[in-house]
């Protein structure tokens, strides 16, 4: 006999999705958080309406911003713009992720937060785990048949078992500014502004957010795959104060870095034997699409769901997980190839965007219909 059947270090959307389909499957499942709950969490907190499907929960409205994102706007870089209509979930992570956090232990999933994965050692027929609880100065060691990672960009099992996906000196990075002000644009659009002088690794952004004193905030970010974050945010961030008439004070900065090897062809990585790695864990971040919490939780799910069939049968849950896992995988490392990192200029990439901006419109328009109709863990991941 083991501990448990499953433990599941991260607390957040993938983490939380696995535990409680893990837990309502009658698997006695623990999950983790390495901060203490409800945590802040640097993140776009924007989802499409079949989140929820995939969620398997209807998200209450008090977990949502006050400003619902009802439209899109992309910019070119020559800055010709075309935008469409589109509804989003807009929401901050800390509320939202306590939320899964609390469904989940509903479902019967123990849950541990301020608490590290500190080691794993894998055996034949289970796995150890070392689990800290660092200010109580507290180590614990539980015995499970399977461990998930969804740890995040960072992940703290697979940069154990794969340490060459974390070069040194791998820092690719986001950066959001809070600013309590006005500018001439819709409080109801997302605009996505795509241009390499900005951001190299998806579009910049703008949009509206509700901080914890439950007031709106004009929120201007940018990333990049390499360290000249602060200053490609500045240069986005006085664009769009010219631009855009944007006043105000920047009243709160945050951000993110990942040691994850984001340019690697391997970064996609699922796992092996009984450790499964789902969301950012597993590379599953999107930034040609620009979202991965969609992935992030039908992995969570799928994961839960493997484990469960990997029960019932003699095949191993790494192989039951790869399948189940084919279409993401397969769309996530074709889109790779597409992201913008691989335009040598914004000439080159304006042409590109022209070029794919109708055929994107209809499949997007179309995938979504048949979303309505599909189960959950059939979803198409929008943008395609």
């Not at 995939?54 to 009802?70: A, D, M, Q, S």
């Not at 109708?358 to 959950?376: C, D, E, H, R, Y």
Request: proline share 3%; aromatic share 10%; charged share 30%.
């Amino acid at each position: 006999m083991f501990d448990y059947d499953v433990i599941i270090a991260g607390g957040g959307i993938a983490g939380s999705t696995a535990a409680k389909f893990a837990a309502r499957g009658g698997l006695k499942t623990l999950f983790v958080e390495r901060h203490k709950t409800p945590r802040h969490k640097p993140c776009s907190g924007i989802q499409f309406d079949y989140f929820e499907k995939i969620l398997g929960e209807k998200i209450p409205k008090e977990r949502l911003c006050n400003v619902e994102l009802t439209k899109i706007k992309m910019f070119f870089p020559d800055g010709k713009s075309f935008g469409s209509d589109f509804r989003m979930f807009n929401f901050m992570r800390k509320p939202f992720d306590h939320w899964l956090n609390l469904i989940a232990q509903e479902a019967g999933a123990e849950f541990i937060d301020d608490c590290v994965c500190q080691r794993v050692d894998e055996k034949e027929d289970h796995v150890l785990v070392t689990l800290v609880k660092p200010k109580e100065k507290k180590e614990m060691q539980y015995t499970t048949k399977y461990l998930i990672d969804a740890t995040g960009l960072r992940p703290k099992i697979r940069s154990q078992l794969r340490p060459e996906d974390f070069p040194k000196g791998n820092e690719g990075a986001t950066l959001n500014y809070y600013i309590d002000g006005t500018a001439d644009m819709d409080p109801e659009t997302l605009y996505q502004f795509w241009n390499l002088d900005w951001n190299n690794a998806m579009f910049a952004w703008v949009y509206m957010k509700t901080l914890e004193d439950d007031r709106d905030y004009w929120v201007v970010g940018t990333g990049c795959n390499d360290t000249n974050v602060n200053e490609r945010q500045e240069k986005f961030y006085n664009y769009i104060k010219k631009e855009f008439n944007l006043e105000g004070e920047i009243v709160k900065r945050e951000g993110y870095k990942t040691s994850m090897n984001m340019l690697s062809k391997n970064r996609v990585w699922l796992g092996r034997e009984r450790i499964i790695m789902i969301g950012d864990a597993a590379g599953l971040v999107d930034t040609y699409r620009g979202v991965g919490m969609d992935a992030a939780a039908l992995s969570g799910r799928l994961a839960a769901k493997s484990i469960l069939l990997a029960e019932k049968s003699n095949k191993k849950v790494i192989d039951i997980y790869t399948k189940l896992m084919k279409r993401i995988t397969s769309q996530t490392t074709r889109n790779q190839e597409k992201e913008i990192r691989h335009y040598e200029n914004n000439q080159v990439l304006q042409k590109s965007l022209e070029k794919s901006l109708l055929k994107m419109g209809v499949t997007m328009f179309i995938q979504s219909k048949f979303n309505k109709i599909k189960s959950p863990e059939k979803q198409s991941l929008l943008p395609p």
